[in-house]
């Protein structure tokens, strides 16, 4: 399960990367990569680990569900060791919507919400689950973010449910 969480991760990344390029740049465009922590507020998960690393991946879709926002595709995982028993992968639909007046690297604040899939692999074996996602970030320029996220989804077979808080510094390619 290892192999193929890290096989889909980086198919999705590559492919992101792929088809956010412009013909004359090799520098992705509208994908933000985040790094932090996970803090699961779930008993069973928190027996795993107190907390979980972190990384993700958004992929901006270049469409908007509301006006002054944006849709994006994230895709993060949260493992606590390098064997990831205990790990979740997940995918989701979300929808970032500016608050305020400011202007696209001038610092500004967003509230966003999603759904998707969470995959589960651990101890008790493999699962997916319906879940979501929402939380509150802040632009500090056109490159450099700080996201709080909250994941929500139901119990998994083995008994553990993605319900927490991640914490990310991500950067952006605008």
Avoid at 54 to 83: C, H, M, P, Q
Avoid at 90 to 96: F, G, H, L
Avoid at 104 to 130: C, M, Q, T, W
């Amino acid at each position: 399960m290892k192999r193929t969480m890290l096989t889909v991760l980086s198919a999705a990344v590559l492919c992101s990367v792929a088809t956010a390029q412009s013909p004359s740049s090799l520098t992705p465009t509208g994908v933000q990569f985040r790094v932090g922590a996970f803090v699961p507020a779930d008993n069973a998960m928190r027996d795993l680990a107190n907390y979980f690393y972190a990384a993700g991946v958004d992929i901006n879709t270049g469409s908007s569900l509301v006006s002054k926002g944006e849709g994006f595709v994230a895709i993060d995982a949260y493992w606590r060791n390098s064997n990831s028993m205990g790990s979740v992968v997940p995918i989701t639909y979300n929808q970032r919507i500016y608050t305020g007046n400011s202007k696209y690297g001038e610092g500004r604040a967003y509230l966003f919400v999603g759904g998707g899939i969470f995959f589960f692999h651990g101890p008790g074996g493999n699962d997916s689950k319906l879940g979501g996602r929402g939380g509150i970030g802040f632009e500090f320029n056109d490159r450099l973010a700080f996201e709080a996220v909250g994941t929500l989804t139901p119990a998994a077979d083995s008994g553990v449910a993605c319900n927490g808080v991640a914490i990310y510094l991500g950067y952006r390619f605008p």
